[in-house]
């Protein structure tokens, strides 16, 4: 098991890195995970990277289902969907974490900064979704289960939670509004983050106290971003900015921090 030695500092900066990373789950449903991995390596101060993403995985799982609670007691999670995308989405993250744990970790946050990118952009581009609250479209289960299967590949792969893949993946597997799709994406977020963090953990790549600091953390900052995106969701244009703004100011600073990494 991984011990990490942290001064109080870094146990301070441990739970405010947990507690925006648990605000912006519970506010966006995603980017959580990509927020925990550089807080943790360069304001907590933990250089491991394999650590990192081990730790980060399983603290980001339990926050996204104690913020799932808030949005499905709001009305925001459609449960058939959640379910449907996630099983197969496990079994993805299985494997592309077996995957991942065998490829330079720099390179691969080079590339899935580019990925970021490209989603941030088609979601700014994409015209206001449906403003019906009542609406409720036809679940298609092939779209949904091969989304599921390919974004849970993803996130293993890169051992992130994945819920800025999952959000847009609901919506266009089955036409659901933003606000639902945010609730719905937080199912797949924790599981998806459990089935790489048991990977991880079973290759002793899990610090358990760092885990724990970031929990506490994550879940004060879940319930002021859950607050938050309900408000939000009434104006959901406004939502679709937000989420895609904070994936493209990620997404610069993983391209500018791992550009140095690749030999051209």
Do not use: C, E
């Amino acid at each position: 098991m991984i011990a990490i030695h942290l001064t109080t500092a870094q146990t301070i900066l441990s739970i405010i890195s947990g507690g925006l990373v648990g605000f912006t789950l519970g506010l966006i449903g995603g980017g959580g995970s990509i927020l925990a991995v550089p807080l943790l390596l360069y304001v907590v101060g933990i250089h491991d990277a394999h650590v990192v993403i081990g730790t980060t995985a399983l603290a980001v799982a339990v926050n996204a289902f104690v913020n799932l609670i808030p949005h499905w007691r709001a009305g925001h999670v459609r449960w058939k969907a959640a379910i449907l995308f996630a099983i197969p989405g496990a079994v993805g993250a299985v494997l592309g974490s077996f995957i991942g744990k065998m490829v330079d970790g720099k390179a691969l946050l080079f590339l899935f900064a580019i990925l970021m990118l490209v989603i941030a952009i088609q979601m700014l581009r994409k015209k206001q979704v449906d403003q019906q609250d009542t609406a409720r479209q036809q679940i298609k289960i092939g779209p949904v289960l091969g989304t599921g299967a390919a974004t849970g590949m993803i996130s293993g792969f890169f051992g992130i939670g994945g819920g800025f893949l999952i959000v847009p993946g609901l919506i266009l597997a089955t036409g659901m509004t933003m606000i639902d799709a945010i609730g719905s994406s937080l199912f797949s977020v924790g599981t998806f983050g459990l089935t790489t963090a048991i990977s991880y953990a079973l290759s002793g790549l899990v610090d358990w106290w760092v885990f724990l600091l970031y929990v506490i953390g994550g879940i004060l900052g879940g319930i002021g971003g859950a607050l938050l995106s309900n408000r939000l969701g009434k104006n959901k244009r406004t939502l679709q900015i937000v989420f895609s703004m904070i994936i493209i100011i990620v997404a610069i600073y993983m391209l500018y921090d791992n550009l140095s990494t690749l030999h051209w």
